[in-house]
């Protein structure tokens, strides 16, 4: 409990100390809602930028087969979800759990584990400097 409650202070902390963080309206992608919550150039990573995002995925909600050409770490807030890499056996996450996925990862599966509760989690992608936090991979 006391590790959730550190990150959980981190990313408001980080949150607070923008000025005027980039607040988007949440968007809805396939039944799922994606807020950008922060969005800060790395100035000693040339190119690069942090992006932090929250999304919610409804009951039985998924993510279609995708990339992040990005360091993209993900910490679970409220209810299970199910995520695989390409490569990687699937995980269930529950409240207070942690998913990486690398540049290079294909991200096969991305899925709320229930079909009655929404899932909510925070992602931070430190990705390329205006490039899209997702493409789909066919």
């Known amino acids: 409990m006391h590790m959730k409650m550190h990150v959980m202070s981190a990313v408001v902390g980080m949150a607070a100390l923008t000025a005027s963080p980039?607040?988007?309206?949440?968007?809805?992608?396939?039944g799922k809602d994606v807020s950008e919550i922060l969005v800060k150039e790395l100035s000693?990573?040339?190119g690069k930028e942090g992006l932090m995002l929250t999304v919610t995925y409804p009951p039985g909600g998924a993510d279609e087969v995708h990339r992040h050409d990005a360091h993209a770490f993900v910490y679970?807030?409220?209810?299970?979800?199910?995520?695989q890499v390409k490569g990687s056996p699937p995980v269930t996450l529950k409240p207070g759990q942690t998913f990486y996925e690398g540049p290079s990862?294909?991200?096969l599966v991305g899925r709320n584990a229930s079909s009655t509760k929404p899932a909510k989690f925070?992602?931070?992608?430190?990705?390329?400097?205006?490039?899209?936090?997702v493409k789909p991979v066919k």
């Open 122 to 133: 925070v992602v931070f992608l430190v990705k390329d400097k205006g490039a899209p936090a």
């Open 76 to 83: 679970l807030l409220e209810g299970s979800i199910v995520m």
């Open 105 to 107: 990862d294909i991200h």
């Open 44 to 46: 000693d990573l040339p």
């Open 22 to 30: 980039a607040m988007a309206a949440p968007a809805s992608h396939d």
